[in-house]
């Protein structure tokens, strides 16, 4: 079992940036695909960003690509996202996810994913 702790949301204006982190406890980091999803009020969960479990390939929702990075530092068992040129429908509660897995791909359905964070809100001003 993983345990998620997000941290590093906030109040930003339009353009401005934040990174994102999850820190993660428990099991094997290394063993884990990671994930990025955001939920804005009234809309479903959605993805954001993820890496495969040995770190070899991630993929972004084309409302972030060019925008957003997400890295994951093994030694620290952390994830992050950094967010580059904000905009107010990029709005939402961030969560950080995990999923047990050893197959190199990319899972975009939060349902792939075994455990969540509390989340961290993000909020961006017009």
């Known amino acids: 079992q993983v345990q998620l702790i997000e941290s590093g949301g906030g109040l930003v204006q339009t353009g401005g940036s934040l990174r994102l982190s999850c820190a993660a406890s428990g099991r094997t980091f290394s063993a884990y695909a990671m994930g990025w999803f955001r939920q804005a009020p009234g809309k479903e969960r959605e993805f954001v960003a993820a890496?495969?479990?040995?770190?070899?390939?991630?993929e972004y929702a084309d409302s972030v690509k060019g925008r957003f990075t997400i890295s994951r530092d093994n030694a620290k068992s952390t994830v992050y996202l950094q967010m580059n040129n904000l905009k107010p429908e990029d709005t939402a509660v961030y969560y950080c996810a995990a999923k047990s897995t050893v197959v190199p791909i990319i899972f975009r359905g939060p349902t792939s994913y075994d455990y969540w964070g509390q989340g961290t809100q993000v909020t961006v001003s017009s």
């Open positions: 890496f495969s479990w040995n770190g070899g390939l991630t």
